[in-house]
């Protein structure tokens, strides 16, 4: 199994649609630079696993255990994530554009700089994370938890977090141009100069909210407070 990145995507895959019920242990392995492009490694334990420059393009890793794995400045584009546990992952600089995060633990993972624009973030979990300069243009964050997450000058543009929990978070100098807070929990959370323009924004919980926008012109629809 150590040899994981000698086998073609095609006899990994086989391998593992007759083997289901083994349990595949990758630990702590080093697969930085490798082409694993279209592997399936869903269900397969990866705690600690280097992957950094790695080729993930359309790789499953449902259910996979990536906690405190080093995907930094991986290409992950289209990868399917789903309920993948990415705790105290690495994820700077990585591009996780058009992944499937749902369900996805992402507690405590740094994702400085890394691009997610158009991901699949429904239900997911990035609880303390750090989000610092991502593109999370047009990523869907429904009924996501972002709870006390570092989103500094983060590129949100038309992102879509609905009914999602952002409390204690800072998203300040963020760019939330036409993006939907819709029924959102933003309480102590802070937006000190971003750009909120025409975002739409309904029924939100903002108590001690720091709202200080951009200068251009925004639209807030009904807010609550």
């Known amino acids: 199994m150590k040899g994981i990145d000698k086998h073609s995507s ?15 242990s990758l630990s ?27 080729q993930l393009i359309g790789t ?3 259910f996979a255990n990536l906690t405190s794995a080093d995907l930094s400045s991986a290409n992950l584009a289209g990868a399917d994530l789903t309920f993948a546990d990415l705790r105290d992952a690495n994820l700077s600089s990585a591009n996780l554009s058009r992944t499937t995060l749902r369900f996805a633990r992402l ?7 890394a691009n997610l624009e158009s991901t699949d973030a429904i239900q997911s979990e990035w609880n303390d994370a750090n989000l610092n300069h991502t593109n999370i243009r047009w990523t ?8 006390q997450v570092t989103a500094q000058y983060v590129n949100g543009e038309l992102a879509d977090f609905t009914g999602a929990v952002l409390d204690l978070s800072d998203f300040s100098h963020a760019n939330f ?22 975002a739409q924004i309904e029924n939100l919980q903002l108590d001690q909210t720091m709202i ?14």
Not at 11 to 23: E, F, G, I, P, T
Not at 212 to 225: D, G, K, L, Y
């Open 10 to 24: 095609w006899d990994w895959n086989y391998w593992r649609s007759q083997h289901l019920d083994v349990a595949v």
């Open 28 to 54: 702590g392995i080093d697969l930085s630079n490798k082409a694993l492009s279209g592997f399936n490694l869903s269900h397969v334990n990866f705690a600690g696993a280097n992957f950094k420059n790695a």
């Open 60 to 62: 499953k890793f449902k």
């Open 107 to 113: 507690h405590g993972a740094d994702l400085e700089s």
């Open 140 to 147: 869907k964050f429904c009924g996501a938890a972002l709870i």
């Open 177 to 198: 141009t036409a993006t939907k807070l819709i029924a959102s929990s933003v309480q102590g959370t802070n937006f000190d100069e971003s750009s909120l323009s025409v």
């Open 212 to 225: 200080v926008p951009a200068s251009e012109t925004q639209r807030v629809n009904n807010p609550i407070t």
